[in-house]
């Protein structure tokens, strides 16, 4: 079978939910059983056929190719916007409290969660008077200039508390890397 995109996978199952189709009926139109659709809903590739996958597609009015070529061009960077999360790096500029995100190549069509705290990522300015997609590996907007993460705690001692962060973020990281 020709291994695809898992994107594809993803697109199948948001059309068959958005067309009000359950796993077991269209398991028997096609003629497989509902564990197969969904495992391969889950991104198991070796699911199904490349013969009912291709039947699914056409059930759903999914052009497989279309979806390989779109998931080529919507990655996007997330980032978390936790200000407490180990993916934030902490530093203090001029008195002001600042993170550099750990920015990550995910699509943006889908929701996807930081690997540390579990946070829905971001690909957006949080300003929501600019929403301007996230283009570089800075810690702020290119478009408005506001910081991608913001901290809206009280902390009175920032130097101290973002010393504080960094140690345990390195004490995180030394844990994940044993």
Not at 19 to 25: R, Y
Not at 31 to 59: P, R, T
Request: include cysteine; aromatic fraction near 4%; glycine fraction near 6%.
């Amino acid at each position: 079978m020709k291994r695809r995109n898992p994107t594809i996978y993803k697109a199948l199952k948001r059309r068959r939910k958005s067309e009000g189709i359950t796993q077991l009926a269209l398991a028997k139109e096609i003629g497989c059983k509902q564990s197969a659709i969904s495992m391969m809903e889950a991104g198991n590739l070796d699911a199904l056929s490349e013969d009912k996958l291709q039947k699914i597609a056409e059930k759903l009015g999914v052009e497989l190719d279309s979806v390989t070529q779109k998931s080529k061009i919507s990655l996007v960077n997330k980032y978390c916007p936790n200000h407490d999360c180990p993916s934030n790096i902490p530093y203090v500029v001029a008195g002001d409290l600042c993170f550099m995100p750990k920015f990550v190549n995910e699509m943006a069509e889908t929701s996807s969660r930081c690997e540390f705290c579990g946070e829905i990522l971001q690909h957006e300015c949080s300003n929501e008077e600019c929403n301007a997609i996230v283009s570089g590996k800075s810690s702020c907007c290119n478009v408005c200039g506001d910081p991608y993460v913001e901290c809206h705690a009280d902390i009175v001692d920032k130097v101290t508390w973002a010393d504080g962060q960094r140690e345990r973020i390195e004490q995180i990281r030394v844990l994940i890397d044993s």
